[in-house]
C-alpha cells in the first residue's frame, strides 16, 4: 500500500509569499495601466477643446474683414483678439447679414462717430490698446483709446449701421467668445459664452507683414487639465483669409 503524503505547511507558506509577489506585481501593473490610460485621456481631452476653440476663433477672424484688437501699432502679445463681425453671416436666416444692422444689404455704411455703438472709448469693456486701463480714451468717439478723438464718418453719418463685435479673451481659467445677438440694438447687446476651461495661457500677436492689406496674428492657446498635463496649440490667422 502506497504511502500518501500531504502538503507540508511550509509548502503552503512558500506557496502563499509566491501568489502574493504576483498579485502585488499584477496590481502594480493595473495601476500603471490605469495612470497611462487617465494621462492620455487627459491628453486627448485638452487636445480637443484646443483645437475646437481655435478653430471658432480661426472661423470668425479669417471670415471678417477688420481686425480691431491687437492694434495695428500694437508690437507686444495680447490677451484678447477683436474682429467686426463676417460680413457674410446670417443667423436668422432673413436674407440680410447680421453686421447690417440698417438692412440695406451694404455692410458698415452707415457708421456713427462711435463706430461700434457702445458708448465706450475703443470697444467698451475691451482694453484695446494694451496699456492695462478699460475705456479710457478721451470719449466714446475715441476708436482706439489712444487718447484722440477720431473724425466723423462720411456722410450721411446717421449712424444707422455699425461695426458688430465679435471678442475672444480669456478670464480666469476659461476663453470666453463675445458676440453680437441677432438684429442687436446697439453695440451693448451681445452675449458671452464659455468655449475652452482649463487655460492656463491665451495671447495674440499681430504678425508685423509691411502690407497693410494683410492683416495676422498669432494665436497661442494653452490648457492645463485637472491632473496636471500641459499643452500648447498655436494657429496663424489672416483676417479675410475665406
Given at each position: 500500500?502506497?504511502?500518501?503524503?500531504?502538503i507540508?505547511?511550509?509548502e503552503?507558506?512558500?506557496?502563499a509569499v509566491?501568489?502574493?509577489?504576483?498579485?502585488?506585481s499584477l496590481a502594480?501593473?493595473?495601476v500603471?495601466?490605469?495612470?497611462?490610460?487617465?494621462?492620455i485621456?487627459?491628453r486627448?481631452?485638452?487636445?480637443?477643446?484646443a483645437r475646437?476653440?481655435l478653430e471658432?476663433?480661426?472661423a470668425m477672424?479669417?471670415?471678417?474683414?477688420?481686425l480691431?484688437?491687437?492694434?495695428?501699432?500694437?508690437t507686444?502679445a495680447?490677451?484678447v483678439v477683436?474682429?467686426?463681425l463676417?460680413p457674410?453671416?446670417?443667423r436668422?436666416?432673413d436674407?440680410?447679414a447680421?453686421a447690417?444692422n440698417?438692412?440695406n444689404?451694404?455692410?458698415?455704411?452707415?457708421l456713427?462717430?462711435?463706430?461700434?455703438n457702445?458708448?465706450?472709448?475703443?470697444?467698451?469693456?475691451i482694453?484695446?490698446?494694451?496699456?492695462g486701463?478699460?475705456?479710457?480714451?478721451?470719449?466714446?468717439?475715441?476708436?482706439d483709446?489712444?487718447g484722440?478723438?477720431?473724425?466723423?464718418p462720411?456722410?450721411?453719418?446717421?449712424g444707422?449701421?455699425?461695426?458688430?463685435?465679435?471678442?475672444?479673451y480669456?478670464?480666469?481659467?476659461?476663453?470666453?467668445?463675445?458676440?453680437?445677438?441677432?438684429?442687436p440694438?446697439?453695440?451693448?447687446?451681445y452675449?458671452?459664452?464659455t468655449?475652452?476651461?482649463n487655460v492656463?495661457?491665451?495671447?495674440?500677436?499681430?504678425?508685423?507683414t509691411g502690407?497693410?492689406?494683410?492683416?495676422?496674428?498669432?494665436?497661442?492657446l494653452t490648457?492645463?487639465?485637472p491632473?496636471?498635463?500641459?499643452?500648447?496649440w498655436s494657429r496663424?490667422l489672416?483676417?479675410?483669409?475665406r
Amino acid at each position: 500500500m502506497t504511502a500518501q503524503r500531504g502538503i507540508a505547511l511550509v509548502e503552503l507558506l512558500v506557496a502563499a509569499v509566491i501568489s502574493a509577489l504576483v498579485l502585488g506585481s499584477l496590481a502594480g501593473v493595473l495601476v500603471s495601466l490605469r495612470q497611462t490610460d487617465s494621462v492620455i485621456d487627459e491628453r486627448a481631452t485638452l487636445q480637443r477643446d484646443a483645437r475646437l476653440a481655435l478653430e471658432r476663433i480661426a472661423a470668425m477672424v479669417e471670415s471678417s474683414t477688420r481686425l480691431m484688437v491687437p492694434l495695428e501699432v500694437t508690437t507686444t502679445a495680447r490677451d484678447v483678439v477683436a474682429v467686426a463681425l463676417p460680413p457674410t453671416l446670417d443667423r436668422n436666416g432673413d436674407g440680410y447679414a447680421d453686421a447690417d444692422n440698417n438692412k440695406n444689404g451694404v455692410v458698415d455704411d452707415d457708421l456713427p462717430a462711435d463706430e461700434t455703438n457702445d458708448g465706450g472709448a475703443g470697444i467698451i469693456g475691451i482694453d484695446d490698446d494694451g496699456d492695462g486701463l478699460v475705456d479710457n480714451g478721451a470719449s466714446f468717439t475715441d476708436n482706439d483709446e489712444n487718447g484722440t478723438i477720431g473724425t466723423a464718418p462720411a456722410a450721411p453719418k446717421t449712424g444707422a449701421d455699425w461695426i458688430d463685435v465679435v471678442a475672444y479673451y480669456r478670464v480666469g481659467t476659461q476663453l470666453l467668445e463675445r458676440l453680437p445677438n441677432v438684429a442687436p440694438f446697439n453695440g451693448n447687446d451681445y452675449s458671452v459664452r464659455t468655449i475652452a476651461d482649463n487655460v492656463s495661457a491665451f495671447s495674440v500677436t499681430r504678425v508685423a507683414t509691411g502690407n497693410r492689406r494683410n492683416r495676422e496674428i498669432i494665436v497661442q492657446l494653452t490648457l492645463t487639465g485637472p491632473g496636471g498635463e500641459t499643452g500648447s496649440w498655436s494657429r496663424r490667422l489672416r483676417v479675410g483669409a475665406r
